[in-house]
């Protein structure tokens, strides 16, 4: 899999979507800073996954973004996506390859070596790795910190994909560190200061 440094974020969707989201999603995307955009929605009926899906998949085509499906590898198939994103509890990395062939498979490891091992040895497209800072996206059960990075980095040359609560402020610590990719939602939806378009311009 390909690192564009300058293309350093994988956004991740909104819990919710409104109707202004298209319209940020696609000034957000021109700015050539997204790699990877992960739909993530966790309180959407199937159908619904699959109307918005298809939105999503197009602005991602347009701008050049890999599209992944959170959680869901058959639901991943079914919009032909990019690619899968695995929690630790979800359908195994060979499972999810045996659905959806030779596309992105990624997983959270939280802050275990030990668990992005296996995943290496199931030919894993991607480790992420986190919370390393408190956000609200999600309920944290796992705290990482940069050791985790450093260390996998020494172990594995397989793209590294930090995240947890990352901001402008926080970012280039990340990124300092061998992160190669910065998993980011709240920050760029939910600012109470910004619009999403100039939020991700303050990450450079």
């Known amino acids: 899999m390909k690192i564009n440094k300058k293309k350093f974020i994988y956004l991740i969707s909104p819990n919710k979507i409104t109707k202004s989201f298209y319209k940020n999603l696609k000034l957000v995307l021109k700015t050539n800073k997204v790699s990877f ?9 199937l159908n619904q996954k699959i109307l918005i899906g298809r939105k999503i998949k197009k602005v991602c085509k347009d701008n050049k973004v890999k599209f992944i499906i959170n959680d869901d590898p058959w639901l991943a198939k079914k919009l032909d996506a990019d690619g899968c994103h695995l929690g630790q509890k979800d359908m195994s990395i060979n499972e999810a390859r045996k659905l959806i062939g030779n596309k992105i498979v990624g997983i959270t490891c939280h802050n275990s070596i030990k668990l992005a091992k ?3 040895r199931s030919n894993v497209s991607y480790l992420a790795f986190g919370a390393f800072y408190p956000t609200k996206t999600k309920k944290v059960k796992f705290n990482a910190t940069t050791k985790v990075l450093l260390e996998i980095k020494r172990l594995s040359n397989i793209p ?3 995240i947890g609560g990352i901001n402008s402020h926080n970012y280039k610590n990340l990124l300092l560190n061998k992160a190669n990719f910065l998993a980011i939602s709240s920050y760029i939806w939910n600012n109470k200061k910004y619009k999403p378009l100039k939020a991700i311009e303050l990450l450079k």
């Open 37 to 45: 955009f992960q739909m993530r929605l966790k309180t959407y009926s």
């Open 118 to 120: 296996n995943a290496i």
């Open 160 to 162: 590294v994909v930090a």
